[in-house]
């Protein structure tokens, strides 16, 4: 099934103990994309990604790091959470978001305390 | 900056009725695409429609369609034959073509269909 997969669907952590949120595509996309979205804010743009080692900054990167070694994988990292930055967060992954738009994966919903 | 706004928080349509969510978006540039994306409660987000801004036609999916005015920057999505599986945020997103891959969401509607 082509898929978008994050993992995990929901985490809890505590301020300063670093994190990765996985994600992982089977559909050979060449875009991927990390999106955070909170209650009246709908959802920014955190990294986004156009090939492997290629990533640009979305609207909100300042405390997340991103990796594109292999065109399936985009991991976000978080090195140290802060509170502000609990959210729910989804991957999505596009041949070309223009034309297609993204797909999404399920969600990941972090807690930071 | 580009940004888009979708003014009705809420909404509710009775079920086999016809409902229309707006928004408007601002940008300087000519090219561009525009999406309408659906989340229910399971937080799936879903492609509902999509339209290229050099399109004068409006795109259509079965029961969703889009009424989109360029001039005054307008994208609305009208679903008709509303279902309760209608029930979920809608959120209306935009890109501009060539500008890398940043996209533009707004707020988010939430609409709930009345049995």
């Known amino acids: 099934e082509a898929q978008v997969t994050q993992n995990p669907r929901y985490l809890i952590t505590v301020t300063g103990k670093k994190l990765t949120v996985t994600c992982s595509q089977n559909?050979?996309?060449?875009?991927m994309s990390w999106y955070r979205q909170d209650p009246g804010l709908g959802l920014r743009q955190i990294y986004y990604?156009?090939?492997?080692?290629?990533?640009d900054k979305g609207d909100v990167p300042e405390g997340y790091k991103v990796s594109r070694k292999e065109k399936r994988n985009f991991p976000l990292i978080l090195e140290s959470p802060s509170p502000n930055q609990t959210s729910l967060y989804f991957c999505?992954?596009?041949?070309?978001?223009?034309?297609?738009?993204?797909?999404f994966g399920s969600g990941t919903r972090l807690t930071v305390v | 900056a580009q940004t888009v706004t979708q003014s009705q928080p809420e909404m509710s349509v009775q079920e086999a009725e016809t409902v229309t969510l707006s928004c408007t978006y601002d940008?300087?540039?000519?090219?561009?695409?525009l999406f309408w994306y659906k989340q229910p409660p399971s937080r799936q987000m879903i492609l509902v429609i999509r339209?290229?801004?050099?399109?004068?036609q409006n795109a259509t999916e079965n029961r969703f369609s889009v009424n989109f005015q360029k001039a005054a920057k307008s994208f609305s999505l009208k679903i008709s034959d509303s279902q309760l599986g209608d029930t979920a945020m809608y959120f209306c997103a935009f890109m501009i073509k060539g500008a890398g891959n940043q996209f533009y969401f707004g707020t988010g509607t939430s609409l709930t269909v009345i049995p």
């Open positions: 940008t300087s540039e000519n090219n561009y695409y």
């Open positions: 339209q290229e801004a050099y399109k004068q």
């Open positions: 990604s156009m090939n492997v080692e290629v990533t």
């Open positions: 559909m050979n996309h060449e875009y």
């Open positions: 999505a992954s596009s041949p070309h978001p223009g034309n297609y738009g993204y797909t």
